[in-house]
């Protein structure tokens, strides 16, 4: 296995997926309708998120917008508040163009925490007031081993959900208590049993590389346990210690040694996605590898860089060409539980209350595609950036281009007309990414107080 040194900017700075990133959203001091910001829109390839802000335990790396358990009648009130605002947001897309969903999600959190009828419930908000024809779109839930029930597990199949992703992170339980992550492997793999007994099309497992203690020899035995399932999607994610965390509260953190650490997530980044390539997998990401045969999932034309988002409940996002915007975002439990509790009192859900504005044809809109593309393995066709924006990305980011040239992070053999990202950048992704946010984002960010 290769154990090639870091060069360069530190490799594992922050893992992006959307942009720009929460932390850079603010207040709107004139709390916009929805119905005017949905006004115009395109509305033929939307995606549906529905966010559930729940889980059994609390990893010891997650820093994601959830609680652990929920008081008597929480969840019920929870989806309540979610079936309002689902109403307000059908109602702000008005009754112009038709209103057509290509893709559906629910994650979380954990979705699953909601029992069996629960799930037929929140099914029945995002089908019978959003209009969303789940049995006929890509439709994925997150799920987890103690909650990937038989009953949960049957509600989702005759529903339609076409993708399971469950976060194993580990099959070592060493490691697994590590990462504070209490789970048994026994419990892991009857979960995963009850999954393919359900026959949904797709399964995905999450695996984490880079936890104290983890070597290439127990890595590898991770990669070969989820193997053996034969799942047709694995995301490899890298460790991180973030903080407010019970991991980034703990001594040694990142910064404790960070050079050896980025060395040893590297060498074992490297090792997860040579081994899955030779066991029939395609990488389409920095962590997201499919199986050459596996099924399509059927049709799917939601673009990211361009087609808007409806995003229900209070951990979800919303796109629109000039606004994202969101719930306010935390990461300590007692704020956490501040907000569900405000989200599930709310009554009116027909304005956008915190978020950040872009200029549909700017800086930060061309940063965003630019970064939502490159970040893919198939990389930006430049043809589409120059009809989008009237100019070519190679200009617009001619600094960047160059140093990430410099770096070996570009592909010198991508066809014409195509910027892709070489082996080396998309390895370092999570480096890549950050750099192209813009001046003003990283100012918010830098400002924003974590809670």
């Known amino acids: 296995m290769t ?20 932390t850079a959203y603010r207040r709107f001091a004139d709390r916009p309708a929805l119905r005017e910001l949905w006004a115009g829109e395109p509305r033929d390839a939307l ?55 290509a893709t ?63 976060g194993v992170q580990t099959f070592d339980g060493t490691e697994a208590r590590a ?13 995963l049993g009850r999954i393919r007994d359900a026959g949904t099309p797709v399964l995905n497992i999450d695996l984490i590389y880079g936890i104290d203690g983890q070597t290439p020899e127990s890595w590898r035995r991770s990669l070969d346990a989820a193997l053996a399932w034969r799942p047709e999607e694995l995301y490899l994610y890298p460790l991180y210690k973030r903080p407010l965390t019970a991991l980034g509260r703990r001594e040694g953190t990142e910064a404790d040694g960070e050079a050896a650490w980025d060395t040893q997530r590297l060498a074992l980044y490297r090792q997860g996605r040579d081994h899955l390539r030779e066991r029939g997998y395609e990488q389409t990401s920095m962590r997201m590898f499919r199986r050459t045969d596996a099924p399509p999932q059927g049709p799917d034309d939601y673009a990211c860089q361009t087609d808007g ?5 209070c951990g979800a996002r919303s796109y629109t060409a000039t606004h994202h915007y969101s719930f306010d975002y935390a990461v300590n439990m ?6 569900i509790d405000t989200y599930t009192a709310t009554e009116e859900f027909d304005r956008a209350e915190i978020g950040y504005v872009l200029d549909p044809r700017g800086d930060d809109a061309r940063r965003r595609h630019l970064l939502q593309s490159l970040l893919q393995a198939e990389g930006l066709a430049t043809a589409g950036y120059r009809e989008r924006f009237g100019a070519e990305a ?15 992070w570009l592909d010198p053999d991508a066809p014409a007309g195509v910027l892709r990202l070489s082996p080396e950048g998309l ?22 107080e974590a809670k």
């Open 427 to 448: 390895a370092h992704s999570d480096a890549l990414g950050p750099e192209l946010f813009s001046p003003a984002v990283r100012a918010l960010m830098a400002g924003y």
């Open 309 to 313: 988002m409806i995003g229900l409940g």
């Open 394 to 408: 190679g200009d617009d980011f001619a600094a960047e281009l160059e140093r990430f040239t410099a770096r070996g």
């Open 47 to 101: 995606s549906l998120y529905a966010h559930i802000p729940f889980c059994e335990v609390r990893c010891g790396f997650c820093n994601l917008f959830t609680r652990v358990g929920a008081p008597e009648g929480l969840t019920g009130r929870y989806l309540d508040a979610l079936d309002r605002q689902a109403t307000a947001v059908r109602d702000a897309l008005g009754d112009g163009a038709p209103v057509r969903f």
């Open 179 to 191: 990462a504070v992550r209490p789970q048994r492997r026994a419990e892991v793999e009857a979960a």
């Open 334 to 339: 007692t704020e956490i539980r501040g907000i």
């Open 3 to 22: 154990t090639t040194t870091p060069i360069g900017p530190r490799p594992y700075q922050s893992y992006v997926y959307a942009y720009p990133h929460k």
């Open 104 to 166: 559906a999600a629910f994650g979380g959190g954990t979705p699953t925490f909601l029992t069996a009828g629960e799930l037929e419930r929140l099914c029945d908000i995002t089908e019978k007031r959003m209009g969303v024809d789940l049995r006929a779109v890509p439709f994925s839930v997150e799920t987890s081993p103690a909650t990937a029930t038989r009953d949960r597990l049957a509600v989702l199949a005759e529903r339609g959900a076409t993708r399971l992703s469950i």
